[in-house]
């Protein structure tokens, strides 16, 4: 049985001085960082689309994450208010959902499962 190998892979290793701007380059394409250099250097799309979702920064992530919590304390708030009359019944059944829309949004950002 023949097995096949793989041809070693060709690194590369930025200079010191661009290495944070390489990787936020990468970063912001949402490719990997193969298909960012093969369309870097090559000028074509990669061969087939990227499986890796655009990740954000960690202060990107922090935020949302903070607003999520926010959304849910603001929940939990409006669910301690006392309805009275129709209006109010009303304005607070759309705030929930515009709480829940909030938080699917803020969820599919950070990249999570309901």
């Known amino acids: 049985m023949t097995e096949k190998s793989r041809e070693a892979p060709i690194s590369y ?3 010191e001085a ?11 394409s949402g490719l990997s960082v193969n298909a960012f250099i093969t ?3 090559f000028g074509s799309a990669p061969p087939r689309p990227s499986r890796r979702s655009p ?9 949302l994450a903070r607003l999520l919590g926010e959304a849910a304390r603001l929940r939990s ?13 009303l304005l607070h059944e759309e705030a929930a959902v515009a709480l829940q829309d909030i ?5 599919q950002a950070l990249g999570r499962e309901r």
């Not at 661009?18 to 912001?28: D, G, K, M």
């Not at 990740?55 to 935020?63: E, P």
């Not at 708030?77 to 129709?86: A, D, H, Q």
Request: net charge neutral; glycine share 2%.
């Open 13 to 15: 290793r930025p200079p």
């Open 18 to 28: 661009l290495r944070e701007e390489f990787r936020a380059r990468v970063e912001q």
């Open 39 to 41: 369309q870097s250097v």
């Open 55 to 63: 990740r954000h920064s960690l202060l990107d992530q922090q935020v």
């Open 77 to 89: 708030s409006l669910e301690t208010l006392p309805v009275e009359g129709e209006r109010q019944a």
């Open 103 to 107: 938080r699917t949004l803020l969820m």
